[in-house]
Structure formats: structure tokens, C-alpha cells
């Protein structure tokens, strides 16, 4: 038996999933119509697969949905929207495993294979989704080193774990000093946390493997 859980908000695309979902011989569906009930459900039934778009429920950002996903570990995720950006899809991609990636406009095909995928515990992400997330990566590899050496270091040593005192120590400079480098990593990353910067450094190979903390 499949435990389908359905946050979609939106009543033609609900009715869509739902007929999709119903050609599967065991499963169930359970609907979730805000983000208290999701969590409710998932702590009765961890082993799911919720069906979201996150961009028509009560959830703030993709900060506070992460959160959510790092709860559940063994609940698979189908992310259905037309508005995810970029942003949102690269977190969700290289910060979990078990989040596919459909948009509404898509072939009922491609839901299905979500779904498939979903119920043996694998990802998908729909072509369109790829092909942005490539382009994205390709842009990236081609940009020059936009990080300065110094900054570069005060990243390595983020990596290594090392508080802001500790580095500002090392590097004979004030917190403040330190500080102002990070602001500076994040804005040229753009990047919003110490985490994402640290991913990024790591796929950049600008940290090594052995000194990646998180």
C-alpha cells in the first residue's frame, strides 16, 4: 500500500493528481489542505509521498520547506508548480534526495513518471527542470574565479568548521573585518547562509573534499 498525500491547492490540478494517482492499485490518498495538517499526517505516516505545490500553501520559503523535507527523510516529495525559480530548484536539488521536480504545464506522462520513480524511492526531474538546472550549472563553469584569495581562505576555514573569532584570529584581522568578507562571499555566491556558500565552494572545487565540514 502507497500513501499518497495531496497539498495542491489549487482544484483543477488537485482533481488532475488525483485521478492519476487512483491508477495505482494500492494506493491511498490522504488531502492536507495547510502545512500543520502535512506534518500531522506525515508523523502518523512517515512513509509517504506528498504531492506539493509549495507556492499556493502556507509555507514562507524554501528555507522553512527544507525543514520540513530534513524532517521526514523517508517521505518522497513531488514538488507540482508553474512558479518555482531556479533559486528554489537548486536548493531543493542539492541539499535532498528524494524531492522530483514536475511543472503544472507538463504531459500527464511526466506525472506518472514522477509517481513512478516516487514509489520506488527515486528521483525525477522533468526535462524542463534539468535543462535549467544544466544551463545554470554550465553559466557557472564559465564564469571566471569571482572570489579574491582572501576570501577564498575565510570560506576554506568556514568549511573547516572554524567560528568567525577563530578565523579572524588566524588571520590577525577583527570579527568585524571577517564579517564583512562573508557578506561579501554570499553577495558574489548569491547565496543566503554559510551552508549554501560552503555547497557551492565544494561543487567549484574551491574547498577541498577532506575539508568540507558540513
Known sequence: ?????????????????RTLIRELESA???????????ISQLQKE???????????????????????IERFPRTQWIMVSDDLTIQ??????????????????SPFK????????????????????AEVL??????????????T??????LRGVAQG??????????YSSIHTVNTHKKNIFRKLQVNTAHEAIKYAFRAGLVDPSEFYI
Not at 134 to 147: F, G, N, S, T
Not at 162 to 171: G, Q
Open 28 to 38: 491511498t490518498i490522504h488531502v492536507a489542505v495547510n502545512k500543520d495538517q502535512l
Open 46 to 68: 512517515e512513509k509517504s509521498i506528498v504531492v506539493l505545490d509549495y507556492t499556493l500553501y502556507d509555507i514562507q520559503d524554501e528555507e522553512q520547506l527544507l525543514v520540513i
Open 88 to 105: 528554489v530548484m537548486r536548493k531543493l536539488v542539492y541539499t535532498v534526495r528524494n524531492v522530483s521536480i514536475v511543472f503544472k504545464d
Open 1 to 17: 500500500m502507497v500513501n499518497f498525500i495531496l497539498a495542491d491547492n489549487q482544484e483543477l490540478t488537485a482533481f488532475a493528481l
Open 149 to 154: 584569495e582572501t576570501e577564498i581562505e575565510i
Open 110 to 129: 511526466l506525472f506518472r513518471h514522477a509517481i513512478d520513480y516516487a514509489t520506488r524511492g527515486d528521483r525525477y526531474l522533468c526535462q524542463r527542470a
Open 162 to 171: 572554524k567560528t568567525t573569532k577563530e578565523i579572524a584570529y588566524e588571520r
Open 134 to 147: 544544466i544551463c545554470q550549472q554550465a553559466d557557472e563553469e564559465q564564469r571566471p574565479k569571482v572570489l
